[in-house]
Nanobody, 119 residues
Framework: QVQLVASGGGLVQPGGSLRLSCAAS????????MAWYRQTPGKQREMVAA???????IYAESVKGRFTAFRDAAKNTMYLQMNSLKPEDTAVYYC?????????????WGQGTQVTVSS
């Protein structure tokens, strides 16, 4: 089992920055992929950024060049640095952990944190 606690959301003006945190209850070296998703009312949850334990990070086209996902193993935490925020980035952001074992993958979700970009 993996518990994830997301934090760092809030209200920010367009062009501003926020850093989201996702603290894991286990050593994140044991987590194969940590990712951020977001969801707005009436829409499906979409992947924003993924930080695998091994390999390159992956970003949605809409956030490339503005968002950076990174893992801090010393704190068992994954972060999402969000710069140049736009109103369309407004959403509830969720962190996810994926543990691959044999032929199955176990997914764990944190609670959401609201990000609102508005003047």
């Amino acid at each position: 089992q993996v518990q994830l606690v997301a934090s760092g959301g809030g209200l920010v003006q367009p062009g501003g920055s926020l850093r989201l945190s996702c603290a894991a209850s286990i050593n994140i070296f044991l987590i194969d992929v940590m990712a951020w998703y977001r969801q707005t009312p009436g829409k499906q949850r979409e992947m924003v950024a993924a930080a695998p334990r091994v390999g390159s990070r992956i970003y949605a086209e809409s956030v490339k060049g503005r968002f950076t996902a990174f893992r801090d193993a010393a704190k068992n935490t994954m972060y999402l640095q969000m710069n140049s925020l736009k109103p369309e980035d407004t959403a509830v952001y969720y962190c996810k952990a994926e543990k691959v074992g044999g032929t199955t993958t176990d997914d764990y979700w944190g609670q959401g944190t609201q990000v609102t970009v508005s003047s």
